[in-house]
């Protein structure tokens, strides 16, 4: 069936660096996506989200980029910190549908 | 306090007996969610609700029963526990915004279950 995952499980950066997180999605009618974060013990939290008529959305020191020809789906982290080290889900929705499909997850590990 | 609460964060119950995890959200947002996330899993939806009273089911629904009498309101019983249940149980809710279509969801910080 279709769905979404993520090239890399374990992500490790060094304060400082700047990180990308990837994520392949195999339905074609997907439209809308989003990235969350998941610190530990804790529920996911927004990120930042894009429509599929937008090829990259920034916030703050966050960007994610869209490349619908070869469905992949990117989060970069501007100067990571340690505060950012968690897991990050990204997910879509497609039709209109109002139930994502999450990704399993990717480990993002800042060392200072 | 504003938001999506969940109750109770942590749960140690038998295998057999009955369980009940609450969700309240003050958004009066239309849809909520249940998830499960177990490691290896991701986040697996168990149950979902468009409105009040109208509930579907999810990925992973077998064991499980939803209402929703109340918009705030989308309990999760497990009817009868067993040790694959034991796991993390996420509420969520989202808003739908006429001509925007879907929007994020918003977490609850989950609710911990071991089933003995």
């Known amino acids: 069936g279709e769905s979404v995952g993520l090239h890399l499980p374990t992500l490790s950066v060094q304060e400082g660096d700047n990180s990308i997180i990837n994520c392949a999605y195999s339905?074609?009618?997907?439209?809308?996506f989003i990235w969350y974060k998941q610190e530990s013990g804790k529920g996911p939290q927004f990120i930042i989200d894009?429509?599929?008529?937008?090829d990259k959305r920034q916030g703050q020191r966050v960007t994610v980029l869209l490349n619908k020809t070869v469905k992949h789906l990117s989060l970069q982290i501007a100067a990571t910190q340690p505060g950012d080290s968690a897991v990050y889900f990204c997910?879509?929705?497609?039709?209109?549908?109002?139930?994502?499909?999450f990704g399993r997850g990717t480990s993002l590990i800042v060392h200072p | 306090d504003a938001g999506i609460t969940q109750s109770p964060r942590y749960k140690i119950t038998e295998t057999g007996r009955q369980v009940t995890l609450m969700c309240h959200q003050t958004?009066?947002?239309?849809?909520m969610f249940w998830y499960r996330q177990d490691l290896g899993h991701g986040l697996r939806l168990i149950y979902y609700s468009a409105a009040a009273d109208i509930t579907d089911k999810g990925e992973v629904p077998d064991g499980y029963v939803v209402s929703r009498s109340k918009t705030e309101n989308f309990p999760l019983t497990l009817e009868s526990a067993t040790r694959s249940q034991t796991s993390v149980y996420f509420c969520?809710?989202?808003?739908?915004?006429?001509?925007?279509?879907?929007?994020?969801?918003?977490f609850g910080e989950g609710s911990r279950l071991t089933v003995l």
């Open positions: 339905n074609s009618a997907s439209d809308y």
């Open positions: 958004w009066s947002h239309s849809y």
């Open positions: 969520a809710s989202s808003e739908t915004t006429s001509g925007k279509g879907p929007g994020e969801l918003f």
């Open positions: 894009i429509r599929s008529n937008m």
């Open positions: 997910a879509e929705l497609s039709g209109g549908s109002y139930i994502p499909t």
